[in-house]
């Protein structure tokens, strides 16, 4: 069974630019989270979308933002691109947050996109 | 709000020796505590999880941890360390099933010395 894929693998981008990374969930699992890793910081929970639609976000600006499409693939877009911005970013999933059974905590991650802002 | 510390950024052993990778939890007592690794260029796998039913928590490759409300610990050993247990290591707590609200340590990157 593939696991949680993200795409590109790494990404160069430029101050002001925007970026566009892209996670496929593990097949029957309708959650996708996005986490910021940035140096030193940990992993910040960034956004939460499930069956479509956005759940829950962290404390990021409005010019991180994303979607939820109906095969459960998800992408996450920063607009106006700051220096700060380059981090690794890992996609997550998780089956349907409604079933009660310790399954469904468990999430799995993908390999993340390593964001580099010059 | 909850935070998580985990004391020491880098730590390194000597193969066969203990490891010892601490980690500290604020506020409350958490529903779900985690030990995640990360190994170089590959995404966090989970070692362990704690759902309360038992405060030793044995994990995957030989890791486990103990949850200490006293000391609002959840401190993670392996007896002897290996060359492959290099990588970077996060300790993870939650107070609901909803991993938005998910908060993650700082990580911990663990050197082994031949």
């Known amino acids: 069974e593939a696991g949680v894929t993200q795409s590109p693998t790494h990404l160069i981008k430029t101050r002001g630019q925007q970026a566009t990374l892209r996670c496929s969930p593990i097949?029957?699992?309708?959650?996708v989270y996005w986490y910021q890793q940035a140096l030193g910081l940990g992993l910040q929970f960034l956004l939460w979308?499930?069956?479509?639609?956005?759940?829950n976000r962290g404390n990021f600006p409005p010019r991180f933002s994303g979607r939820q499409f109906p095969n459960y693939s998800s992408e996450l877009n920063v607009n106006a691109l700051e220096l700060e911005d380059s981090a690794l970013y890992l996609c997550?999933?998780?089956?349907?947050?409604?079933?009660?059974?310790?399954?469904?905590?468990?999430?799995?991650f993908g390999s993340g996109t390593q964001l580099s802002v010059l | 709000a909850q935070s998580v510390t985990q004391l020491g950024s880098h730590v390194s052993v000597s193969e066969g020796a203990l490891v010892l990778l601490r980690c500290n939890y604020s506020?409350?007592?958490?529903?779900?505590l985690f030990w995640y690794v990360q190994y170089p260029n590959q995404g966090l796998q989970l070692l362990l999880k704690?759902?309360?039913?038992?405060?030793l928590v044995k994990g995957i490759n030989g890791f486990e941890a103990e949850f200490k409300k006293s000391e609002t610990s959840f401190h993670l050993t392996k007896p002897s360390a290996h060359m492959s247990d290099a990588a970077e290591y996060f300790c993870?707590?939650?107070?609901?099933?909803?991993?938005?609200?998910?908060?993650f340590g700082t990580g911990t990157k663990l050197q082994v010395i031949p």
């Open positions: 997550a999933s998780r089956p349907d947050p409604n079933r009660v059974d310790s399954a469904n905590e468990k999430l799995f």
């Open positions: 993870a707590v939650t107070h609901s099933g909803g991993y938005q609200k998910v908060t």
């Open positions: 979308y499930d069956e479509g639609e956005e759940r």
């Open positions: 704690y759902t309360s039913a038992a405060t």
């Open positions: 097949s029957g699992h309708t959650s």
């Open positions: 506020s409350s007592v958490p529903t779900y």
